[in-house]
T-cell receptor
Framework: DTEVTQTPKHLVMGMTNKKSLKCEQH?????MYWYKQKAKKPPELMFV???????INESVPSRFSPECPNSSLLNLHLHALQPEDSALYLC???????????FGNGTRLTVT | GEDVEQSLFLSVREGDSSVINCTYT??????LYWYKQEPGAGLQLLTY?????DMKQDQRLTVLLNKKDKHLSLRIADTQTGDSAIYFC????????????FGGGTRLMVKP
C-alpha cells in the first residue's frame, strides 16, 4: 500500500473563510510534506514535517498554517486566502526526509 | 545551481517508443525519480533509480542514468494513449536539504 489520501478533492472558498485540507497515510512514513502546484508547473514545496515536528517552512505566508496531529495525519489550515492562492495542493510522504516520496491526488482549491 | 531541466513537449504515435530526457545538477543525488501526472490528478511515482545504477528496466519502462553527463532518460516502449500525461524527473538534492527538486515537466502526447 503506497497510498496517500487527501480530502476534500475540490474546495471553493471565499477570502474570509476558514477551511482545512487533510492528508492521511498508513505506510509508517515519518516525513510528510505539503506542496503547492500551479497549472503547467512543477510542485513547489511549502512545509516539511519530520517525526511530527515542522522542519522546513519555505517562507509560506501565515495564512497557511500546517498541523501534524500524529504520525499518520497532516492538516493545512487556510484563513484569509487570496485568489492567487488558487492551486492544486499536494500532500506527500516518505519513510524519512530524502526517501522515496509518494504523493496524494491533491485538493483543487479555488479562492473567490 | 539546483536546476533540473527537461524538454517541454513530446508527441509520438501509439505503438512507438517515447524517450523523455532530463539533466540534473547534484552529482551527489542518491535517488533520481520519474513521476507521472495525468490531468486533474496527483503525482504518481512511476519509477526511480539509485545513483549507483546505470539502467533499470520495469516492464515497458527503461531508465538510463549517465552520471558523468548528469543525464537521465525514461524510455516507454509501445507507447499507449493512456501514457499521455506530464512526466516530471526529480532528484534528491543534498544542497536543498535532501528535498526533491523537480524538472519543469515534459508533456507527452500520444496520437492514435
Amino acid at each position: 500500500d503506497t497510498e496517500v489520501t487527501q480530502t476534500p478533492k475540490h474546495l471553493v472558498m471565499g477570502m474570509t473563510n476558514k477551511k482545512s485540507l487533510k492528508c492521511e497515510q498508513h505506510m509508517g512514513h515519518r516525513a510528510m510534506y505539503w506542496y503547492k502546484q500551479k497549472a503547467k508547473k512543477p510542485p513547489e514545496l511549502m512545509f516539511v514535517y519530520s517525526y511530527e515536528k515542522l522542519s522546513i517552512n519555505e517562507s509560506v505566508p501565515s495564512r497557511f498554517s500546517p498541523e501534524c496531529p500524529n504520525s499518520s495525519l497532516l492538516n493545512l489550515h487556510l484563513h484569509a486566502l487570496q485568489p492567487e492562492d488558487s492551486a492544486l495542493y499536494l500532500c506527500a510522504s516518505s519513510q524519512d526526509r530524502g526517501g522515496l516520496t509518494y504523493f496524494g491526488n491533491g485538493t483543487r482549491l479555488t479562492v473567490t | 545551481g539546483e536546476d533540473v531541466e527537461q524538454s517541454l513537449f513530446l508527441s509520438v504515435r501509439e505503438g512507438d517508443s517515447s524517450v523523455i530526457n532530463c539533466t540534473y545538477t547534484d552529482s551527489s543525488s542518491t535517488y533520481l525519480y520519474w513521476y507521472k501526472q495525468e490531468p486533474g490528478a496527483g503525482l504518481q511515482l512511476l519509477t526511480y533509480i539509485f545513483s549507483n545504477m546505470d539502467m533499470k528496466q520495469d516492464q515497458r519502462l527503461t531508465v538510463l542514468l549517465n552520471k558523468k553527463d548528469k543525464h537521465l532518460s525514461l524510455r516507454i516502449a509501445d507507447t499507449q494513449t493512456g501514457d499521455s500525461a506530464i512526466y516530471f524527473c526529480a532528484e534528491i538534492n543534498n544542497n536543498a536539504g535532501n528535498m526533491l527538486t523537480f524538472g519543469g515537466g515534459t508533456r507527452l502526447m500520444v496520437k492514435p
